[in-house]
């Protein structure tokens, strides 16, 4: 048990429109990551925060954006959804000085 | 270009069979390599944190070890239940992480 929480746990949604994937994660964990992993494939890096400022991203679109609130929960956005955004998007905390990350579960993304 | 590959993609195994997973790295400024298992459709669950060539660390039947340019990950004499997806992860220079594909074991009883 990370104590790492994902809402919600599946989704539908069509092209073109908008979606936003939240995550609780736990008090004293100050660094989030959000990532996406294709069927088959590893996770791929989307960003990650720390103390509510992204402090890193990988090679995603700008129409892939996240909050991070100082109640340790964050939030990914994704506006103009593509079929090929369909995938499990998971989101990972770290705490204060550590590297590791431990993940949540994950959101299921099917756009139609 | 910084990768991550992971061998083999996928291992069969019987039980009690003692075997090694390899993950090959090339990145800037390594900060951290990561091991972990993922059941289907789960998120991944952490095994290891490995920081420097050299480094091994240990968990019940399975040991990481490190070197400048890989690591791998020994099972010995697995279990069905062990049975899962193995992920590699590094994390880079300007906090960027990268993911291999898995090696997808199974331990047969």
């Known amino acids: 048990e990370t104590g790492v929480t994902q809402s919600p746990t599946h989704l539908i949604k069509t092209r073109g429109q908008q979606v936003t994937l939240r995550c609780s994660s736990q008090s004293g964990h100050n660094t989030v990551s959000w990532y996406q992993q294709a069927l088959g494939q590893g996770p791929q890096f989307i960003f990650q925060?720390?103390?509510?400022?992204?402090?890193g991203r990988g090679n995603f679109p700008p129409r892939f954006s996240g909050l991070q609130f100082p109640n340790y929960s964050s939030e990914l956005n994704v506006n103009a959804l593509e079929l090929d955004d369909s995938a499990l998007y998971l989101c990972a905390s770290s705490p204060t000085g550590e590297e590791t990350q431990y993940f949540g579960p994950g959101t299921r993304l099917l756009v139609l | 270009e910084d990768q991550v590959t992971q061998s083999p993609e996928a291992l069969r195994l019987q039980e009690g069979e003692s075997s090694s997973l390899n993950c090959s790295y090339t990145?800037?400024?390594?900060?951290?390599l990561f091991w972990y298992r993922q059941d289907p459709g789960k998120g991944p669950e952490f095994l290891f944190t490995l920081y420097s060539a050299g480094e091994e660390k240990e968990k019940e039947r399975l040991k990481a070890t490190l070197t400048k340019k890989e690591s791998f990950l020994h099972i010995t004499a697995p279990k069905p239940e062990d049975s899962a997806t193995y992920l590699c992860?590094?994390?880079?220079?300007?906090?960027?992480?990268?993911f291999g594909t898995g090696t997808s074991l199974t331990v047969i009883p």
């Open positions: 990145v800037s400024g390594l900060r951290g």
């Open positions: 925060y720390y103390r509510e400022e992204e402090n």
């Open positions: 992860a590094v994390q880079a220079r300007g906090n960027q992480f990268y």
